[in-house]
């Protein structure tokens, strides 16, 4: 099965960019998805990347694959408190019906 | 209007009990699934069903069984609740099969099992 990992936690000063990382090991992921998950809620579709790109850019969202690597990497651009909750990388997998497998997720702290 | 909806939000019972969760999309999607997101938030899935059909059945114990009556619903009973049951259980639904569309999550069901 896939692995996919990410850093458990990051803390970034409000208007920084933060940076999250994730590495999986399945190569042939089609599609690559980031989720966000707000304390005591569900995860709600951030942004994806098709794996024939290198990068995405969706407003203060820019995403960045290394297919060679297998690094995936999330870059929030003037960060804000309202962005502090749990991302998570999850990519397609290989076989298609939407099985992703999720990362282990990444808190972010946003500090005012 | 709510896309993904699961009952009960909270739930606290025994070990040993059986319980269940009820899940309903109302996006008309084929595909639903269940995750399990665990203490540390380490989110697996669990099940899949594509119009009333289980195409993903990952490591379960049997006393998990997912049951889907409708392609709108897909439920979860659970018998003989240990412990190790306490988790963040999520719904999800889709039009699988078809990458790159976005699974929608419900809200959760916070199951705690004591």
């Known amino acids: 099965g896939e692995d996919v990992e990410q850093s458990l936690f990051l803390s970034v000063r409000e208007g920084d960019s933060s940076v999250i990382n994730c590495t999986y090991t399945?190569?042939?992921?089609?599609?690559l998805y980031w989720y966000k998950q707000e304390p005591g809620a569900g995860l709600q579709l951030l942004t994806y990347?098709?794996?024939?790109?290198d990068m995405k850019q969706d407003q203060r969202l820019t995403v960045l694959l290394n297919k060679k690597d297998k690094h995936l990497s999330l870059r929030i651009a003037d960060t804000q408190t309202g962005d502090s909750a749990i991302y998570f990388c999850?990519?397609?997998?290989?076989?298609?019906?939407?099985?992703?497998?999720f990362g282990t997720g990444t808190k972010l702290q946003v500090i005012p | 209007d709510t896309a993904v909806s699961q009952t009960p939000k909270y739930l606290v019972t025994q070990m040993g009990n059986d319980k269940s969760i009820k899940c309903e999309q109302n996006?008309?999607?084929?595909?639903m699934y269940w995750y399990k997101q665990d203490s540390k938030k380490f989110l697996k899935i669990m099940f899949s069903?594509?119009?009333?059909?289980?195409?993903i059945n990952e490591t379960v114990p049997n006393r998990f069984s997912p049951k889907s009556p409708d392609k709108a619903h897909l439920n979860l009973h659970i018998n003989s609740l240990e412990l190790g049951d306490s988790a963040v259980y999520f719904c999800?639904?889709?039009?699988?099969?078809?990458?790159?569309?976005?699974?929608?999550f419900g809200e959760g069901s916070w199951l705690t099992v004591v």
């Open positions: 990347i098709f794996s024939n790109m």
């Open positions: 999800a639904s889709s039009w699988g099969g078809r990458p790159g569309n976005t699974i929608y």
């Open positions: 399945d190569s042939s992921s089609t599609y």
């Open positions: 996006l008309g999607h084929d595909t």
């Open positions: 999850a990519p397609l997998n290989s076989g298609g019906y939407q099985k992703v497998t």
């Open positions: 069903y594509n119009n009333k059909e289980l195409i």
